[in-house]
């Protein structure tokens, strides 16, 4: 099931025996635990009908042995695993999920990595009789979709530069993102529809003009005044812009102009978005970008982001980082 599937049914109050959440990604795990922990039962049934354990102090007899229990006064009881990843086996479990108890909601929290594949006979008894959740991590590209979407939740809209400019500041940390998302809703007037630039550099502490994606974007488009101008800036304040931050920004974005050399269909924005794994309402300046440079110059770049990534790291030179970075800018532009 979809993290949406599983939050609707829950919010029409269907709930099924096991929830098995597992993923590298614990935005939705934590979201789905938080909303069973507040909603099923009501206050005065938590007492005797929530329980909550962590992995690293129970095995999976004692979470069996929890669920098996009838609720007191309740229609449901509730057993909530938290850091179930340091639980060391998982072999009887399978008795208890081909057969779990009809008013029990056992949730399951396995998070940062995924459960092991291939014990597919407890993944499909868990399907059959309950929610097996597989929680990825959301692609870089798809992060502005996602703080769209997110924010209109909030009764928000949001322009497509401004979710272009949080998602390369905030990077896919969703609890982070949802966490920034949340302090702009309650800053702005309730009368104020649209989230703008001006709000997040105002809350949050982005630069309007000093981030990763200007440079990028002005790189793309040749504009070496304020490229140089960014560029001097970063070397001057290190500590507020990470040089590998920097450098992983810079490699993503020439890598793609030069895929983009590489696409059988070049005239399809729809299908160079989803091959360059960009927004689509970037694709004209990426396309645009290619072409400025040409795949030969694309082809040093990269060369160029290696080698000086190397002398970052302190191999074979002693150069500050700023200045290695100010001439790693110079070859790019020149």
Same mark, same amino acid.
């Given at each position: 099931?979809?993290?949406?599937?599983?939050?609707?049914?829950?919010?029409? &109050?269907?709930?099924?025996?096991?929830?098995?959440?597992?993923?590298?990604?614990?935005?939705?795990?934590?979201?789905?635990? $938080?909303?069973?922990?507040?909603?099923? *039962?009501?206050?005065?049934?938590?007492?005797?009908?929530?329980?909550?354990?962590?992995?690293?102090?129970?095995?999976?007899?004692?979470?069996? @042995?929890?669920?098996?229990?009838?609720?007191?006064?309740? !229609?449901?009881?509730?057993?909530?695993?938290?850091?179930?990843? !340091?639980?060391?086996?998982?072999?009887?479990?399978?008795?208890?999920?081909? $057969?779990?108890?009809?008013?029990?909601? *056992?949730?399951?929290?396995?998070?940062?990595?995924?459960?092991?594949?291939? &014990? /597919?006979?407890?993944?499909?008894?868990? /399907?059959?009789?309950?929610?097996?959740?597989?929680?990825?991590?959301? +692609?870089?590209?798809?992060?502005?979709?996602?703080?769209?979407?997110?924010?209109?939740? =909030?009764?928000?809209?949001?322009?497509?530069?401004?979710?272009?400019?949080?998602?390369?500041?905030?990077?896919?940390?969703?609890?982070?993102?949802?966490?920034?998302?949340?302090?702009?809703?309650?800053?702005?007037?309730?009368?104020? /529809?649209?989230?703008?630039?001006?709000?997040?550099?105002?809350?949050?502490?982005?630069?309007?003009?000093?981030?990763?994606?200007?440079?990028?974007?002005?790189?793309?488009?040749?504009?070496?005044?304020?490229?140089?101008?960014?560029?001097?800036?970063?070397?001057? !304040?290190?500590?507020?812009?990470?040089?590998? #931050?920097?450098?992983?920004?810079?490699?993503?974005?020439?890598?793609? #102009? #030069?895929?983009? =050399?590489?696409?059988? $269909?070049? +005239? !399809?924005?729809?299908?160079?978005?989803?091959?360059?794994?960009?927004?689509?309402?970037?694709?004209?300046?990426?396309?645009?970008?290619?072409?400025? =440079?040409?795949?030969?110059?694309?082809?040093?770049?990269?060369?160029?982001?290696?080698?000086?990534?190397?002398?970052? &790291?302190?191999?074979?030179? @002693?150069?500050?980082?700023?200045?290695? #970075?100010?001439?790693?800018?110079?070859?790019?532009?020149?």
């Amino acid at each position: 099931m979809k993290f949406e599937q599983i939050i609707s049914e829950l919010k029409n &109050k269907i709930y099924k025996p096991i929830y098995f959440l597992s993923g590298d990604e614990p935005y939705y795990i934590d979201a789905v635990c $938080n909303y069973i922990a507040n909603n099923v *039962l009501t206050e005065s049934e938590k007492a005797f009908n929530q329980t909550v354990v962590y992995g690293k102090d129970v095995e999976i007899s004692d979470v069996i @042995n929890l669920s098996k229990r009838f609720p007191m006064m309740a !229609n449901h009881q509730v057993v909530i695993v938290k850091e179930a990843q !340091n639980i060391r086996t998982y072999e009887e479990f399978i008795h208890y999920a081909e $057969n779990p108890l009809k008013s029990t909601i *056992l949730v399951i929290c396995h998070k940062y990595k995924n459960f092991d594949k291939r &014990k /597919k006979k407890l993944i499909d008894a868990i /399907k059959e009789n309950g929610v097996f959740f597989d929680a990825k991590k959301i +692609s870089d590209y798809k992060l502005p979709d996602w703080i769209n979407q997110q924010v209109g939740k =909030y009764g928000k809209t949001i322009g497509a530069e401004t979710c272009m400019l949080l998602s390369e500041y905030l990077g896919n940390d969703l609890e982070k993102i949802d966490n920034e998302l949340k302090k702009l809703v309650i800053a702005i007037p309730d009368s104020q /529809k649209q989230i703008t630039i001006d709000d997040i550099v105002h809350n949050i502490g982005i630069s309007k003009e000093y981030n990763n994606f200007e440079l990028t974007r002005s790189l793309g488009k040749k504009d070496k005044a304020k490229a140089t101008r960014i560029i001097h800036h970063f070397a001057m !304040n290190p500590k507020a812009y990470p040089l590998p #931050l920097t450098m992983a920004a810079l490699y993503g974005y020439f890598s793609k #102009l #030069l895929l983009f =050399y590489g696409l059988n $269909n070049k +005239s !399809n924005k729809r299908s160079v978005a989803a091959e360059l794994e960009i927004p689509p309402f970037v694709v004209d300046e990426y396309i645009a970008a290619a072409r400025r =440079y040409g795949s030969g110059k694309l082809i040093k770049i990269i060369g160029y982001l290696r080698d000086y990534d190397v002398k970052f &790291k302190g191999v074979g030179s @002693n150069t500050d980082s700023g200045e290695l #970075l100010k001439e790693l800018g110079y070859l790019i532009m020149y």
